[in-house]
């Protein structure tokens, strides 16, 4: 099983630039979520999806946008790249019901360094 | 809003030995998940163990067992008989549901030969 996969596993930007980091499950998880883990920090949400055509944001949403619209794909969207936004990408992705199933898969991390 | 906070940055024993990490938490929901995940150098989340809030019963997964205090909102993590390969950053979570977690600042063990 793949599981949950993200690309690239490393990336280095220009301040201004854009990119898009994918996330892809092959678990038929109607969750989607995306976060960031900044040096000596836990992982902060910054977007989730519960569903083909429904996202939301969480803790740090600004500058990063999400569409969902395949059960499979959650990609994440950053337009103008910042030195701010130098960080770990996790994806992850779970089953919408809570109980023996409410566990979160989490990728591989996308490294992004913006100069 | 939920919070989670653990206050060992770095925890350091020797191989064999039994470890105690602590974590407590902040919500004012009924219904949530309590969580320990392990990240290794390779940065890969994996899931050690989780709490139901609503289970009295404190969780076991073979060398790894929980201290769940749900009055004291404090859920912390007991390896036994620690090996080398237990050597990682360990991060306390808590949910409402299924994917909204929120991570404390995570502690930092490393365990000697």
């Known amino acids: 099983n793949a599981g949950v996969t993200q690309t690239p596993k490393f990336q280095v930007l220009k301040t201004g630039q854009s990119m898009t980091l994918q996330c892809a499950q092959d678990?038929?998880?109607?969750?989607m979520s995306w976060y960031r883990q900044d040096p000596g920090m836990g992982l902060r949400l910054i977007h989730y999806s519960v569903g083909a055509g429904i996202t939301d944001q969480g803790e740090v949403p600004n500058g990063y946008n999400v569409s969902r619209s395949t059960t499979e794909d959650f990609p994440l969207r950053l337009l103008s790249a910042a030195p701010s936004q130098t960080s770990v990408y996790f994806c992850?992705?779970?089953?919408?019901?809570?109980?023996?199933?409410?566990?979160?898969?989490f990728g591989a991390g996308t490294r992004l360094s913006v100069l | 809003a939920q919070t989670v906070t653990q206050s060992q940055p770095e925890m350091s024993v020797q191989e064999a030995e039994t470890v105690t990490l602590s974590c407590t938490y902040d919500t004012s929901e009924n219904n949530y998940y309590l969580f320990w995940y392990k990240q290794p150098p390779s940065r890969q989340m994996i899931l050690v163990i989780r709490q139901e809030a609503y289970k009295q019963q404190n969780a076991t997964e073979n060398r790894f067992s929980v201290n769940f205090q749900k009055a004291a909102k404090s859920f912390s993590l007991k390896i036994s008989d620690s090996q080398l390969g237990d050597t990682a950053m360990y991060f306390c979570a808590s949910s409402q549901g299924a994917q909204k977690l929120v991570f404390g600042q995570g502690t930092r063990l490393t365990i000697n030969p």
């Open positions: 992850a992705s779970s089953y919408r019901l809570a109980g023996a199933k409410n566990i979160q898969y």
């Open positions: 678990m038929n998880h109607e969750y």
